[in-house]
């Protein structure tokens, strides 16, 4: 590939700080939308950028978490803070749950790559389990709304649609979100509780197949579906970004934890930071094996 | 008052005690936008290793009970490619510039510092002898012999100050540190990831995929303090402080017990600016002391035997702002 090795994205515009939990709302099961100040951050943040996040004065858990930018919030036209929706899964997320207002935290960011605009007519966002959070930004981007400081000439979608797979309905969160900035949502779920009963990659193809404007895939959830999205992306020609959700220990590139199997395209991989040569890739640079 | 933060580690000199230990700075370039490079008292990049190497297999990192453990297995480039990528952006940062190495074998290492001490622009080298992460490189760290004479082997071949960086998975610590100094190290880094793991019990599985790591973290201080002031009373060159530290306080606990200067590892990761902190409080809590130099603080530990720490001549003691003088090691 041209631009091997991928371009490498220092955290040199991050800001890191301490801040306050301003509200921290159950939007579905486990999982809540948490919103905190931090205007330098909210200023630069680009959809698919992720910040670390880690609770105040504990050691335990010592590590950030990195969490995907759901939003920026506006004070007065200007950016302010930054929402984050989370499914509490584990230590630091199950804490942050019940984290209240006035609660401190600790972030920098922000980080990484974040999508780039694809310029196509159709955006198809796909996204399983809480891998839509990057989604909201990212298609209120397509649509007209600008991110960070520079335009970077996202906006020429006439149509964005979220292709959202979750377990059970009780888990899809943000929905509504979503429908009211005029992305289109289908929904899949695998007990059929809500939308199609069965896989979210089982959407993509009535949607892109055929004649329709020329479409653009970016996705974001577990491996596997990462896997079959790039498969079917590269089956139909369209192409397709995927997000990663490598764990990671530092966020900034320094600790060589959050690698992946990067294709080289000489037939062969490396392992390569996925906080800052992505975490968004192009899917075909992805070894999933 | 004006504190003196200057050190002397044998014949390294820096402007001030706060470095950062390698493989938790990655090559400094990823912390330009969030730390003043500049400022820190040295910054120790990743090992490089003579030839690439890919590193182990994921996942690579794991949280445990205030620290983490990791098998990163030393993923870097190799040493040509650090020479010609990552090197020159160093050098030109006006800090001192430590650069750590290791070896699978004592030509390995005597290679790597022979090349090294060609290049301008190097303060010092540091042997990373200590790497719980792959097999070969760690004999060094637990074998008295092995480690003077790869010690000795690399300050035969260049001029440069040389660093031992020293495992404390062995059963005596000071032996390892006197086998260093008896080899010609300046000073001694102590301390290197302590060997542990971790357990998913629901799946049978290891949570790292190489099973063993090294445990890093405000976890593993009470054992580097444990390692330094050990070392201290045991050898007369001086000891950087490695292992858990996060606050001015970590920090001044090293120097007390014994420690000429510290490294700062893992908390870069959870604090970027953690450095910067250490360094404009640093100042306050020497004085805090009644010193009013780093030297003035470093081994004055107050035991029920003494003084503690560098085991400094009976009439240093109460007296904190006189530093403290070492026996200077003699180089054959
Ligand atoms: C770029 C990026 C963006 C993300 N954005 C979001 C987001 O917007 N919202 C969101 O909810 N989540 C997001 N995540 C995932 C989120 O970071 C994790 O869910 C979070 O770290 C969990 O932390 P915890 O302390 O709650 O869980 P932990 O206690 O750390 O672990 C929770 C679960 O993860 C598993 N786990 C932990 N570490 C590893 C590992 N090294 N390998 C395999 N499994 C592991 C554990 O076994 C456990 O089942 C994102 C991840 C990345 C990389
Ligand atoms: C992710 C990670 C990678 C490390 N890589 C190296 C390395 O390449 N070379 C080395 O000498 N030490 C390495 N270390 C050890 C640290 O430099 C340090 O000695 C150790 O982590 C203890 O300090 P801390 O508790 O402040 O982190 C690494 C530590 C961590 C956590
Ligand atoms: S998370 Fe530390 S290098 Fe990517």
Redesign the interface.
């Known amino acids: 590939m041209s631009d091997w090795p991928t371009a490498t994205i220092?955290?040199?515009?991050?800001w890191?700080g301490p801040t306050e939990v301003v509200e921290n709302v159950a939007i579905a099961r486990d999982t809540y939308r948490v919103r905190f100040g931090c205007p330098q951050l909210a200023a630069e943040i680009l959809p698919g950028q992720f910040l670390m996040l880690?609770l105040a004065g504990t050691?335990?858990?010592?590590?950030?978490r990195p969490l995907a930018m759901y939003d920026v919030v506006l004070d007065g036209g200007r950016p302010w803070g930054v929402d984050v929706v989370y499914l509490a899964v584990g230590?630091l997320t199950r804490r942050l749950a019940a984290c209240r207002a006035g609660d401190r935290l600790?972030v920098?960011g922000p980080l990484g790559n974040g999508f780039r605009p694809t310029g196509a007519e159709h955006l198809v966002m796909i996204g399983g389990g809480i891998g839509q959070t990057p989604f909201y930004a990212l298609g209120q981007e397509a649509l007209g709304r600008s991110y960070g400081r520079t335009d970077r000439g996202g906006r020429a979608a006439r149509r964005v649609t979220l292709c959202y797979g979750a377990r059970t309905a009780a888990l899809l969160a943000g929905i509504d979100d979503f429908r009211s900035a005029g992305i289109e949502v289908q929904v899949a779920t695998d007990d059929g509780s809500a939308g199609h009963h069965g896989l979210v990659s089982d959407l993509i193809e009535p949607l892109v197949g055929g004649s329709g404007p020329a479409a653009s895939l970016v996705c974001c959830g577990p491996e596997p579906m990462l896997k079959t999205v790039s498969r079917i992306a590269q089956r139909l020609g369209v192409p397709c970004q995927v997000s990663l959700e490598?764990?990671m220990?530092?966020g900034?590139?320094?600790?060589?934890?959050?690698?992946?199997k990067v294709r080289d395209g000489r037939g062969g991989w490396?392992?390569r930071r996925t906080c800052?040569e992505g975490p968004v890739f192009d899917a075909e640079k992805i070894d999933f094996d | 008052m004006d504190v003196d933060l200057r050190v002397q580690l044998g014949r390294l000199a820096l402007c001030n005690p706060v470095m950062v230990a390698s493989g938790t700075f990655g090559y400094a370039r990823e912390m330009a936008g969030l730390v003043d490079l500049g400022r820190l008292g040295a910054i120790v990049p990743k090992t490089i290793t003579r030839d690439p190497r890919m590193g182990n297999r994921p996942p690579r990192t794991v949280e445990t009970a205030a620290g983490m453990l990791n098998s990163i297995g030393l993923d870097n480039d190799g040493l040509e490619t650090f020479l010609q990528k990552q090197f020159p952006y160093l050098a030109g940062l006006g800090c001192a510039i430590v650069v750590s190495v290791a070896g699978r074998s004592h030509d390995d290492f005597v290679y790597l510092v022979e090349r090294l001490g060609g290049v301008p622009g190097i303060a010092a080298l540091e042997l990373n002898i200590s790497c719980p992460n792959v097999s070969g490189g760690v004999d060094f760290g637990t074998d008295p012999a092995m480690c003077e004479r790869v010690v000795r082997g690399a300050r035969g071949v260049c001029d440069l100050p040389i660093l031992a960086k020293l495992t404390p998975n062995v059963t005596s610590v000071t032996a390892i540190a006197q086998a260093a100094a008896g080899g010609g190290a300046d000073a001694v880094s102590l301390i290197n990831t302590c060997l542990g793991m971790a357990v998913d019990w629901r799946r049978r599985r290891p949570r790292l995929g190489n099973v063993l790591g090294g445990l890093s973290g405000p976890a593993i201080k009470p054992i580097a303090l444990r390692a330094v002031y050990q070392v201290a009373r045991a050898v007369d060159i001086p000891i950087i402080g490695v292992g858990g530290i996060a606050s001015v306080d970590d920090c001044m606990e090293f120097l007390v017990a014994g420690a000429s200067a510290v490294q700062v590892g893992t908390a870069n990761f959870y604090r970027p600016a953690v450095t910067m902190e250490i360094l404009d409080a640093l100042p306050g809590a020497i004085a805090e002391l009644g010193a009013s130099s780093v030297a003035g603080v470093v081994g004055t530990l107050e035991t029920a035997n003494g003084t503690g720490g560098g085991c400094p001549p009976p009439a240093a003691q109460g007296k904190m702002d006189q530093p403290i003088t070492r026996k200077s090691f003699r180089y054959t």
């Open positions: 220092y955290p040199d515009h991050a890191c880690r050691d335990d858990p010592l590590l950030g230590k600790e920098w490598t764990p220990a530092c900034m590139g320094i600790c060589f934890s959050c690698v992946t490396d392992y800052v």
